[in-house]
């Protein structure tokens, strides 16, 4: 499970040998494109930010997340970003990569990030739902830890949507795939509305208070 650690610091050192140091990287990040429906859910997480507290969990890296939430105009929208430390080196010409945390405890997540223990940090608050969206294997973990009321939103065609297919009889929480994350506004409106998902929320059936919890 350390084998894409390693692939990605491999790639790093091989984009120095090539040239490609922090400002061909960052032109490259800021090519990318939302995903499609992206920009209004943005715009939704904007208009309720107030009720919403809205955390990253990603096995990327804090530069390229730093440069793509600045790029999209969306680093205000974020509470707080947990993904594996890189820095440059004197020259700007080497991206360093560190491991998130060292995970000894779960054996279905990678060795530097167990998404759960994120997760239950955050349950720990007191919110009427918490929404986890994701696309890939190692969001598996956290999402069958999400309780009734809460809400998980896999990518349709990725990972994530295969492997809950798979462990039909291990989810507790509602789950709502999507290929246009627009089309997830609605339901997000329905949990502000409403405080829960379907018939019971996290913290019992009371209207929503305080945050909800929404992770991506």
């Not at 894409?4 to 050192?13: S, W």
């Given at each position: 499970k350390q084998w894409y650690q390693r692939r990605v610091r491999g790639i790093f050192v091989e984009f120095e040998k090539a040239g490609i140091g922090r400002e061909e990287m960052a032109t490259c990040l800021?090519?990318?494109?939302l995903t499609t429906g992206m920009t209004k859910l943005w715009e939704f997480?904007?208009?309720?930010k107030r009720r919403l507290k809205v955390i990253v969990a990603s096995d990327s890296n804090s530069w390229f997340i730093e440069?793509?939430?600045?790029?999209?105009?969306?680093?205000?929208?974020v509470d707080e970003v947990h993904t594996n430390p890189a820095s440059?080196?004197?020259?700007?010409?080497?991206?360093?990569?560190?491991?998130?945390?060292?995970?000894?405890?779960?054996?279905?997540?990678?060795?530097?990030?167990?998404?759960?223990?994120?997760?239950?940090?955050q349950g720990e608050g007191t919110y009427?739902?918490?929404?986890?969206?994701?696309?890939?294997?190692?969001?598996l973990c956290p999402v069958l830890r999400l309780n009734s009321g809460d809400l998980a939103c896999?990518?349709?065609?990725?990972?994530?949507?295969?492997?809950?297919?798979?462990?039909?009889?291990?989810?507790?929480?509602?789950?709502?795939?999507?290929?246009?994350?627009g089309n997830l506004v609605p339901i997000l409106h329905n949990v502000i509305k409403n405080g829960r998902m379907r018939h019971q929320g996290r913290r019992g059936s009371s209207p929503i208070s305080d945050d909800d919890f929404m992770m991506r």
């Amino acid at each position: 499970k350390q084998w894409y650690q390693r692939r990605v610091r491999g790639i790093f050192v091989e984009f120095e040998k090539a040239g490609i140091g922090r400002e061909e990287m960052a032109t490259c990040l800021r090519e990318m494109k939302l995903t499609t429906g992206m920009t209004k859910l943005w715009e939704f997480v904007r208009l309720y930010k107030r009720r919403l507290k809205v955390i990253v969990a990603s096995d990327s890296n804090s530069w390229f997340i730093e440069v793509l939430l600045a790029h999209f105009q969306i680093k205000d929208l974020v509470d707080e970003v947990h993904t594996n430390p890189a820095s440059w080196n004197q020259n700007n010409t080497l991206l360093k990569l560190e491991g998130y945390s060292d995970n000894t405890t779960c054996k279905k997540c990678p060795v530097n990030m167990c998404k759960s223990e994120i997760v239950d940090k955050q349950g720990e608050g007191t919110y009427s739902c918490l929404v986890y969206l994701g696309d890939g294997s190692n969001d598996l973990c956290p999402v069958l830890r999400l309780n009734s009321g809460d809400l998980a939103c896999p990518r349709e065609q990725y990972r994530l949507s295969r492997l809950l297919r798979m462990k039909q009889d291990e989810i507790r929480c509602t789950v709502v795939p999507w290929s246009d994350a627009g089309n997830l506004v609605p339901i997000l409106h329905n949990v502000i509305k409403n405080g829960r998902m379907r018939h019971q929320g996290r913290r019992g059936s009371s209207p929503i208070s305080d945050d909800d919890f929404m992770m991506r």
